[in-house]
């Protein structure tokens, strides 16, 4: 058949609306909870046109996950609320090896210039870089996986290892140091922070390779690893134990090598934290509390591990949990503010909700979900820009919604063509 031979690309936006930095971007996004959708997520928001493939009658699971929002017999996750919009959802069995299903997604690839998946299972669909680059070679291809891609290097049994957020962190060190000393349990992050991250470092991938094809007119694979991600944002512990011979342990909410900074309970049962790293910072926050300098200096109780565990070390500690506990939460902390003591409340959803400071800076927004049909209230964007914004150009699609719409308009299929496909199962 081989008819994406002879189709054209079709510049983008071809069914999106035209807006941010990155309108004129065509992303093809094959995956499912919760990193590669969350990266095409965000290319979407900053103007790419996204196409998020699902298959038919069954789509992401990502729609379904609890908590659920339910309207008449209109269901759909939160999750998928807040991370589906600004998405075309296109109905496909991706199989090379259906002749129909081949030609479909060859013709997108044409199309696109970024394709983003997380099946790790790619090459028994038929799908090699090799042919993907053959049909489009300007075409950047994000890989993002557990353990990454055996090409790039690695034991191959490895590579293969399925995995999810919890494991991700576990396996790239990160679960290690995240929680309380012993006897206490390792404890991991919640809220997929683990995807999260290792989407945000595929976006950047991404976009450094998409600059690079425009450059060059060449295209180019990026391997984006769940451990890998983790492990890059470790801070120093990495050279710690290869210069110094030290693993990083857990230390709870508690900095190891200066004080203050760790979370102390406040009079009305709230949480709040108090940093100061280095000496100005230190001595302000010492006279916050009416304490002596000439006593509690930098070098004997802040300033280092040893510092910070010293008996007078300890005992500062002591006096900054009584004199936390003494207040409520926001007296301490507009008191320690006044003197530029870095400081922070522990923050609900409904505390920051009703923030006025999160509200002014237009951080909740509102839009149509598609599968709900009706107007939501979800989190807004990150980075703020001010020449070319994020916005939302509608809310997230019913599953297949766009079917029709992207192979009629993108790929020239007639309405008979595609009423074959859907009767062969195909859409």
């Excluded at 919009?85 to 259906?98: F, Q």
Aim: negative net charge; charged residues 25%; glycine residues 8%.
């Amino acid at each position: 058949m081989e008819r994406w031979k002879e189709i054209n690309y079709i510049p983008a936006p071809a069914i999106a609306a035209s807006y941010g930095p990155l309108t004129g971007m065509r992303v093809l996004m094959t995956g499912s909870i919760v990193a590669a959708p969350f990266a095409a997520s965000v290319l979407g928001e900053f103007g790419a046109e996204v196409i998020h493939v699902e298959r038919p009658n069954i789509g992401d699971p990502y729609r379904e996950q609890a908590p659920v929002i339910t309207r008449g017999d209109r269901k759909i996750s939160a999750g998928w609320i807040q991370d589906g919009r600004n998405k075309l959802s296109l109905t496909l069995e991706i199989n090379l090896k259906i002749p129909e299903s081949k030609e479909i997604f060859l013709s997108l690839i044409k199309n696109c210039d970024v394709w983003v998946e997380n099946m790790v299972w790619t090459e028994k669909l038929g799908i090699t870089e090799e042919l993907l680059l053959e049909v489009n070679p300007k075409l950047v291809i994000a890989h993002i996986s557990g353990f990454g891609r055996p090409q790039f290097g690695g034991v191959p049994d490895e590579c293969n290892r399925p995995s999810y957020d919890p494991i991700g962190q576990a396996e790239g060190g990160y679960m290690f140091v995240n929680g309380f000393p012993e006897p206490m349990p390792p404890s991991h992050a919640a809220t997929f922070i683990n995807d999260y991250l290792t989407a945000m470092f595929a976006v950047n991938g991404i976009l450094m390779a998409y600059l690079h094809a425009q450059k060059t007119g060449k295209g180019q694979a990026i391997d984006i690893s769940q451990i890998e991600s983790m492990s890059r944002v470790l801070n120093d512990t990495f050279v710690s134990y290869f210069e110094l011979g030290k693993v990083r342990q857990r230390n709870g909410n508690k900095v190891a090598i200066f004080q203050p900074g760790n979370l102390f309970k406040t009079k009305d049962e709230k949480y709040l934290y108090i940093g100061a790293y280095g000496r100005a910072v230190y001595e302000r926050f010492v006279k916050a509390l009416g304490l002596d300098l000439n006593k509690y200096t930098h070098e004997a109780c802040g300033n280092s591990v040893e510092a910070v565990n010293s008996e007078l070390g300890l005992e500062l500690n002591q006096l900054t949990i009584d004199w936390v506990a003494a207040r409520d939460s926001e007296e301490a902390l507009k008191y320690l503010l006044s003197l530029k003591v870095p400081s922070g409340i522990v923050r609900t959803a409904a505390d920051l909700a009703a923030s006025e400071h999160y509200q002014k800076r237009d951080n909740f927004i509102e839009y149509k979900d598609e599968t709900l049909d009706k107007n939501v209230k979800a989190f807004g964007f990150v980075p703020k820009m001010s020449e070319t914004p994020a916005q939302v150009w509608r809310g997230a699609p019913t599953l297949g919604e766009d079917t029709d719409t992207i192979l009629h308009t993108l790929l020239g299929y007639s309405d008979r063509e595609i009423a074959n496909f859907r009767e062969k199962g195909v859409i």
